[in-house]
């Protein structure tokens, strides 16, 4: 699956023992669960002080897993911020989240 995929993508990433590792649209075209294990999986990097640079057009759950964000709309920057910020901005929900996030 989608999933174990990534799994095995991220666990390759480790074997060489990594101070930082990047993650090209790690939640993108596999089910809710796996998107909840990734998540999990990514947390679990990051408590082990791994960084993480994160790629992805999955902007709702990907906010609920990263420390600080950038979106882009159109080749530029529209919002920087925590994902708190972001989520908030009317910006940034019309462009990306949808008016009911």
Known sequence: ????RRRVEIARCLASNPTYILLDEPLAGI??????DIAKLIKNLKDRGIGLLITDHNARDTLDIVDRAYILNEGKILKE??????????RVRLAYLGENF
């Open 31 to 36: 089910d809710p669960k796996s998107v909840l």
């Open 81 to 90: 911020g925590i994902p708190s910020e972001i989520k908030a901005d009317p």
């Open 1 to 4: 699956s989608g999933g174990e």
